[in-house]
């Protein structure tokens, strides 16, 4: 796990320490105990002056091994506290040589070395963050005696990587070579070898500028609009705080305590279980066959999903042709990309050249013959499958025998619309999430006839795009809206039980949720489950209990925000929902129709119903095999419905809750509410044995 060499140069000779643990060079329990013997056995050595520390592999090291976490051998000795210091203390001088990243405890490592030396292509980073917890191994202490209060708080709670200019333009790395990384950290450590002066120490470097108190608040108000309802980054903020008010030791113990806090806690295991989660989504299946390479993509439809397909595809360098019926929906569909890409510039995101590359790689034609040389085509156009199913044999007739045919359908049967071509095993669901240049989610829909590597062909093909590909199977709505239906059912019905769309809403952005199944319905625009409603009306059991609190708006031409009505009122060119009494009086009318008696409904009845709604069709999908994994669920809810991180995702949250207590909820709704509640055999399994979601 450490590979101990020495290096002889004129001057003496260097221990070369170089971590070895692939794939990411993880800071486990075997790690510390071979890096604290191995520091231990050259600082005894008198013929070694110096010490350089240096990671096989592409990494120098990504930070401490996650799956430890929570288990005994975290606390195994050495700690990774202990080395640090060992580092900081050892008399000979210590040189961390960096390439690749140094994340987490990778940097802390680093930053516990007296000098730090990097290649141009390395990155730097404290993501901790991000994973429910904080550097709990010195990095809130050091880091700012090293670089300031203001970059290091940004580092710490942000939990963004910097490249390697920046980061020597911080001071954090002495120097930056291009090649000969190790020789000449070797050099470095010979050199301050005979140097006189003390070697460098960041436990006994002061702290720079007393920040001003602005720059915490400052700190604070960020992380509450990037990290929502998380705890971890105000105790980031809080543990950088602490290094103007007391020596690194005092730091040192109270960071470590609000690590424990913090390690110990709901909301850093779910963070985890998601980190993971989406590892295990983005796996593809195991393939013998040959890959696609795709080298150029046909998008049909030039509307507000097919232009976001083409911009992320043209984003990821990859040539893309766009079809439209007309030359005016063309014309549009460009304008749109345009205006997208300038806002891009104008918040400094893109520069004009890159722009300018992007737009070449997208070309528009009226003509499918375009798209004979294609490798993929994504079909995004109107969301009905006779529509479909003639683009399809369009398609059929002039791409190439070898190329996938893709359709970004959010409901529709692939196999259906796989059954209209001659090549139903290249024929496959994928479903982007709006907007589609920036929403990481996509549901891979895998047809009974799909052949598993034109699966693999899309996963790769979804990683260079930057997405986050979930395989799913097929039914109505996959996985991601097959759960919300149930899930926007209950907030229907809560309405007319007495509770107000506001109430709703406000009662689940609380929970964590980025929005609430209202307002959200109004973004979406609520015509599109309006007619997916009417298409399943004929296979709706008279007896069941339905509400037409959603078809009355509809009816009332109120599509949501871009009609400036839905749940809500808009004013013109606002996005901020405005309540509306006229839909307190329509809730209360559908609710006399319907026979229902209003009630006051509670905050905890709002979660509950709408949530242990997720989980009981959650338990389906997964019975049915249409998600993988439950895991696999949460990263779909959590990456592509604003479900809170923090949380873990719906199948997780029930865990978290405990199975049994979920069951027993259902159990009570299917009382009082009705066979929609009838609770998932896959749930009354899991409680019967004792197990939970994590268990399957
Ligand atoms: N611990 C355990 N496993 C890890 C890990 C870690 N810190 N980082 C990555 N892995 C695993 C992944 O789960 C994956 O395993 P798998 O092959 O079995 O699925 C494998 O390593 C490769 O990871 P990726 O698929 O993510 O590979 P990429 O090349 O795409 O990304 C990476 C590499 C940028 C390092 C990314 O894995 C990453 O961001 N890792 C997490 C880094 C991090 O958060 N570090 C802080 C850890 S906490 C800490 O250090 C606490 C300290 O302050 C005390």
Not at 252 to 269: I, P, Y
Request: glycine residues 10%.
């Amino acid at each position: 796990m450490i590979a101990s060499q020495t290096a002889t140069f004129p001057q003496g000779a260097v221990a070369v320490l170089t971590i070895d643990n692939p794939p990411v060079n993880g800071i486990g329990s075997g790690v510390r105990v071979a890096l604290g013997k191995a520091l231990e056995e050259a600082i005894a050595n008198p013929m070694i002056k110096g010490i350089v520390l240096t990671g096989s592999g592409s990494f120098f090291s990504c930070g401490a091994d996650i799956r430890e976490f929570n288990t005994p051998k975290s606390r195994q000795e050495p700690s990774l506290r202990a080395i640090i210091e060992q580092l900081e203390n050892s008399p000979k001088p210590t040189v961390a040589a960096i390439h690749g990243a140094a994340l987490g405890g990778g940097l802390e490592l680093a930053l516990g070395c007296h000098y730090r030396i990097a290649q141009a292509k390395s990155s730097f980073g404290l993501p901790e963050v991000k994973l429910g917890i904080l550097p709990g191994a010195g990095g809130t202490q050091r880091l700012p005696r090293l670089i300031g209060i203001g970059p290091a708080l940004e580092m710490v709670a942000g939990g963004d990587s910097i490249d390697a200019s920046k980061a020597q333009s911080l001071g954090l790395i002495e120097r930056l070579v291009q090649t000969d990384l190790v020789p000449q950290a070797c050099e470095l450590a010979l050199e301050a070898s005979i140097r006189t002066e003390g070697l460098p120490r960041l436990s006994r470097a002061p702290i720079g500028a007393t920040a001003d108190s602005k720059v915490f608040d400052e700190a604070r108000k960020l992380a509450g609009r990037r990290y929502r309802g998380c705890i971890a980054p105000l105790e980031c903020i809080a543990c950088v705080e602490k290094t103007l008010t007391s020596d690194l030791d005092e730091g040192l113990a109270f960071e470590r305590e609000r690590f424990q806090f913090l390690v110990n806690g709901d909301q850093s295991k779910a963070q985890r279980h998601l980190f993971f989660a989406e590892r295990a989504a983005m796996k593809p299946p195991k393939v013998e066959a040959k890959l696609t390479p795709i080298r150029k993509v046909g998008v049909v439809g030039a509307g507000t999903m097919g232009t976001g397909i083409a911009m992320s595809i043209a984003n990821a360098g990859i040539s893309v042709v766009m079809i439209e019926r007309d030359q005016a929906g063309l014309d549009h569909g460009w304008e749109v990309i345009k205006g997208n890409y300038a806002s891009s510039v104008s918040r400094g995101k893109l520069s004009d050249s890159d722009v300018k590359a992007r737009l070449a790689l997208i070309s528009r034609s009226l003509d499918y013959a375009a798209l004979a040389d294609v490798d993929l085509v994504i079909e995004a156009a109107f969301e009905d499958m006779g529509v479909k199913k003639e683009i399809f044999s369009r398609l059929d007739a002039v791409c190439k025998p070898d190329t996938i045919l893709a359709s970004n359908t959010s409901r529709l049967d692939i196999n259906d619309l796989a059954a209209s071509t001659s090549r139903p095993s290249k024929v496959i669901g994928t479903h982007f999430f709006s907007p589609a240049n920036v929403m990481r989610l996509l549901e891979v829909v895998q047809g009974t006839r799909t052949a598993t590597d034109v699966i693999g062909s899309l996963f790769a093909f979804a990683r260079k795009l930057g997405k986050i590909p979930v395989l799913v199977g097929v039914c109505d709505g996959f996985v991601g809206n097959r759960m919300v239906s149930p899930y926007t059912r209950e907030a229907h019905f809560l309405l007319e039980e007495g509770a107000t769309p506001e109430q709703v809403d406000s009662a689940l952005r609380r929970f964590g949720m980025a929005m609430g199944p209202l307002q959200m319905g109004d973004m979406a625009g609520l015509d599109i489950s309006w007619a997916a409603r009417k298409r399943m009306a004929p296979t709706r059991p008279a007896h069941i209990r339905y509400s037409k609190v959603a078809d009355t708006i509809c009816e009332l031409g109120r599509l949501g925000q871009k009609t400036g009505a839905g749940f809500y009122r808009y004013e013109s060119g606002s996005r901020t929902p405005i309540s509306d009494p006229a839909i307190d009086v329509l809730i209360a009318e559908c609710a006399r129709e319907a026979g229902v008696e209003r009630r006051e409904i509670t905050d905890v009845e709002i979660i509950q119903r709408t949530m242990y709604a997720l989980v009981n069709e959650g338990a389906r999908i997964l019975q049915e095999g249409i998600a993988q994994r439950a895991s696999d669920i949460d990263v779909i809810y959590v990456a592509g419905y604003g479900f809170p991180a923090f949380r873990g995702g719906p199948m997780f949250y029930a865990d978290t809750v405990g199975l049994p207590e979920v069951l027993a909820t259902i159990e009570r709704f299917h009382d009082r509410h009705g066979e929609l509640w009838a609770p998932a055999p896959l749930l009354k399994e899991l409680v019967e044995n004792g197990r939970s979601f994590a268990d399957l």
